[in-house]
């Protein structure tokens, strides 16, 4: 438990300087894609999804399609004085292990992960696994979390480039009170020339 708080606290005082960044340290000078609660830094080869609920047709995720690679975030408001991470990792290895899926701590380049194969139905009712990583980083008053897939699962190369692309992410999370665990606010991209 100690490298654990050891290594968040590692990796939360280089968060200022090597991101995910919080609004008040994104440079006003980038060409950013605003999404509301977080912002996304264009690069060639970016495709971007927004994951819609279908009751209420709010987004509740953005899907980066990059280097071969996925990733899905979410941003969260998360409470002034502690993180989400530790106890936001122990719900994600309960419902995977629920599922019959198996799951790994593992110490990564954006601090403690999860190495997950998650159960999927095949076809013809075979079933199969789908291999992710999941990340997550604490802020100030806010979380982000990332669920990776794809090549930068076991590819080095892959990784690397996912996790810059995790880190270049600006989180938006507002002076508007909000509860701890609740999602921040995610909108339709509106940014002049960005593709």
């Known amino acids: 438990m100690n490298e ?27 060409p950013y894609i605003d999404l509301g609660g977080i912002k996304i830094l264009p690069r060639e080869g970016l495709n971007l999804r927004l994951e819609v609920e279908e009751q209420n ?3 509740v995720a953005i899907g980066l399609d990059y280097a071969n690679s996925s990733l899905q975030v979410q ?9 989400l991470w530790d106890e936001t990792r122990d719900q994600i290895r309960e419902q995977i292990t629920k599922q019959g899926g198996t799951v790994r701590e593992n110490q990564g ?5 999860l190495i997950a194969s998650i159960p999927t139905a095949g076809g013809e009712g075979a079933a199969a696994a789908r291999p992710a990583r999941f990340v997550g980083v604490d802020g100030p008053r806010w979380f982000l979390r ?8 076991d590819d080095p190369a892959a990784a690397a480039q996912i996790e810059d692309l995790f880190r270049s ?11 701890p665990r609740d999602l921040i606010p995610l909108k339709m991209p509106s940014t002049p020339g960005a593709a």
Request: zero cysteines; a positive charge.
């Open 4 to 30: 654990a708080n050891n290594a968040r606290e590692a990796l939360t005082g280089d968060r200022a300087v090597d991101g995910p960044f919080d609004d008040s340290e994104a440079n006003r000078v980038r």
């Open 57 to 59: 047709k709010r987004i």
């Open 75 to 83: 941003p969260f408001a998360a409470p002034r004085s502690t993180g």
């Open 109 to 113: 380049n954006l601090g403690v992960e």
């Open 146 to 153: 990332g669920v990776i897939g794809g090549a930068a699962v």
């Open 169 to 179: 992410i600006v989180v938006v999370r507002g002076s508007a009170p909000m509860p």
